[in-house]
């Protein structure tokens, strides 16, 4: 090759490089590169670890399944236990087994089985060296899935972007989704909402194809309708048996279905049906035959937040059990009262009307992670010129509504702000991390999986307004763009400036203090004592369950007669353990109500008075953690 072949070789490679294709490979990979570290500062710095129950529950079920124990739980709730035995589908010996839990939804735990099982996890934890600056090692890789389907939520966004927009509005709307504290909060919380986005970026993927197919005379035979609109069902039905919430996007993808898909509507609309029911109809039978309810304990979420059920109370209820025949000859199961005998049509509605009123002044102007979901909400409002666009933008106001109102009816003790628990974890977190983000950060938030959509919507909005001001210079279209973008990222920007919060969110979750409550209780009682049947009784049980792998119940709605009826008729409870989310209360909203048998006055009482009930089982305490934390265990004179 002579030098002048040599050079124009060289200069073709160079064009390459700076215009060619290389040249898009080598902007990704850089981007790629910078995503990445930014992920990587955001977690050496900002994360903790597991502060949501929802995802300790979720990753305790995940060990379960990949150790072979199939879909059975640790974490025991009375009102499951109720169910179960109301029931009658399983045993009462094999509820002191294996307890199946029909609480969760399968996908998201099933996906952590299977990471478990690539990936080498290691659930052991060393109380001696165990520090606060360490993260549990089981969470890191829980969190590192949900970053990757973080980035792969933020590539469906820009894709998604393009098809309906431009590529300026496409990096716009994409760079403000990077830049939302919300979601990187969600992607390190161990919660399944990153799923989720997946499947709602694919879902709306998926119908905008189709609209567009059915109404620009495409050649597109019926079998690829039928495919499309099969494939649309089966994303809501996997959507919704990871959150059961989203199930309910099926009524919105029907009537789009219907309105929008022209002389292919009935065929769409029967297979998204369908697609829809087989994936949801295997999981939503198993339910029924053991509880007797389509979503199980979820199901009963109608009836949390009222006024007889405030709180948590619900969950931890007993309402079931055995009682003897008028003729006192044979045993059998009763109810003693129901959940309508307690609930009235008239709460549900006080509780949709309280719900509403809070979602619409406090969540809703926010419901993306920031003031940028003003400008997001007008999008949705404001009609496109692009036929799709209209359309689309129907279907989000329509899923909008149906989240808004699931949202606002299935609200429970995992969403409110002002909770006992919700107040520890806002010690825990620190300056670093604003209380009220970490707050929306629960599996109930509904409305943060229609965020990244509605930034696309929001970016096309202002996009048109820079063309209607005649703002026409790329220069000046590139700086407004970029001060939208760095304006709508200053939670995230400014969660760097402050001061970090330590990795260990404690009070009250701290793995290696609940690792030793547990050895502790081991060496004082022996191991044979424990695995003779006894169970242990909590106020964070999920977090026993998830960081000691131990059966336990959640504490009782009271002392008398709930706490006795489980011990003498269900298993014995070997060890009680309180945390500051029972410890630290209200002294006379909580401690002095009206219900005289609650918790909280019997630790008052402990801890003033060294006073327990008469004829309570256990009498001997560890209070290596006193005053927030005590263990009670049954004296080493009665060990059996």
Not at 14 to 21: A, M, R, T, V
Not at 450 to 455: A, D, H, Y
Not at 471 to 476: D, K, S, Y
């Amino acid at each position: 090759m002579s030098a002048h072949e040599r050079m124009i070789r060289l200069q073709e490679i160079i064009h390459s490089l700076e215009e060619g294709k290389w040249a898009k490979r080598i902007r990704g990979l850089v981007l790629l590169l910078l995503i990445g570290c930014l992920g990587l500062v955001y977690n050496l710095n900002l994360t903790q670890n597991f502060t949501s129950p929802e995802a300790m529950d979720a990753a305790q079920l995940a060990r379960n399944i990949a150790e072979g124990r199939g879909y059975t739980t640790q974490f025991i709730r009375p009102l499951s236990l109720d169910i179960l035995r109301q029931q009658g589908a399983v045993s009462d010996e094999q509820l002191r087994s294996e307890f199946p839990d029909i609480t969760n939804p399968p996908v998201y735990p099933l996906l952590l089985a299977g990471l478990i099982k690539v990936l080498p996890f290691e659930f052991e934890i060393d109380t001696v060296r165990f520090r606060y600056s360490q993260r549990y090692q089981p969470e890191v890789f829980i969190n590192l899935l949900n970053q990757i389907l973080f980035f792969i939520a933020l590539v469906q966004v820009f894709r998604l972007g393009e098809r309906l927009f431009d590529q300026p509005v496409a990096w716009c709307a994409a760079l403000v989704f990077l830049g939302t504290e919300l979601y990187w909060k969600f992607g390190t919380s161990g919660l399944p909402t990153m799923l989720l986005l997946v499947l709602f970026l694919a879902l709306t993927k998926t119908l905008v194809r189709l609209e567009e197919v059915g109404n620009d005379g495409s050649p597109r035979g019926r079998g690829w309708f039928a495919g499309m609109a099969l494939w649309a069902g089966v994303l809501v039905g996997l959507g919704g048996l990871t959150r059961y919430g989203f199930a309910w996007v099926v009524l919105p993808v029907l009537v789009y279905l219907g309105w929008f898909l022209g002389r292919h509507r009935g065929r769409a609309m029967g297979m998204a049906l369908l697609g829809f029911l087989l994936v949801m109809s295997p999981w939503l039978v198993r339910n029924v035959q053991l509880s007797g309810n389509l979503f199980g304990t979820a199901g009963m979420a109608l009836y949390a937040q009222t006024d007889d059920f405030p709180r948590d109370t619900l969950e931890r209820t007993l309402f079931y059990e055995p009682s003897k025949t008028d003729s006192g000859e044979n045993e059998q199961d009763e109810i003693k009262q129901g959940m309508a005998d307690h609930v009235r049509l008239g709460d549900i509605a006080n509780k949709l009307k309280r719900n509403l009123r809070h979602l619409l002044v406090h969540e809703l102007p926010q419901f993306s992670g920031g003031w940028f979901a003003v400008i997001c909400l007008v999008g949705l409002v404001v009609p496109f010129r692009n036929r799709s666009l209209r359309r689309l933008r129907f279907f989000m106001l329509m899923t909008l509504a149906v989240f808004a109102l699931g949202q606002a009816l299935g609200r429970t003790h995992l969403s409110p702000a002002n909770s006992t628990l919700g107040e520890l974890l806002g010690r825990s977190l620190g300056q670093g991390a604003p209380v009220a983000a970490a707050l929306s950060v629960n599996g109930e938030n509904l409305l943060a999986i229609l965020g990244p959509v509605s930034f696309l919507f929001g970016a096309g909005l202002f996009f048109s307004l820079l063309d209607q001001w005649k703002v026409g210079l790329p220069e000046m279209r590139l700086a407004a763009s970029t001060g939208l973008v760095v304006a709508a990222s200053l939670p995230m920007i400014f969660s760097f400036l402050l001061p970090h919060p330590r990795p260990v969110a404690d009070p009250p979750y701290h793995p290696a203090r609940v690792k030793h409550v547990w050895n502790s209780l081991r060496g004082e009682l022996g191991k044979d004592a424990i695995s003779a049947g006894g169970l242990l009784m909590s106020d964070i049980p999920w977090a026993v369950a998830w960081y000691g792998d131990r059966d336990c119940v959640w504490l009782t709605r009271n002392v008398q007669p709930d706490f006795y009826t489980l011990n003498d008729q269900f298993r014995p409870i070997s060890a009680l353990y309180f945390t500051e989310a029972t410890t630290d209360q209200r002294y006379v909203s909580r401690v002095f109500a009206s219900n005289e048998s609650n918790w909280e006055r019997f630790v008052l009482a402990m801890q003033v008075e060294g006073d327990l009930p008469d004829g309570f089982p256990l009498k001997a305490v560890l209070n290596d953690f006193s005053p927030g934390q005590w263990l009670l265990f049954t004296a080493p004179e009665d060990k059996p």
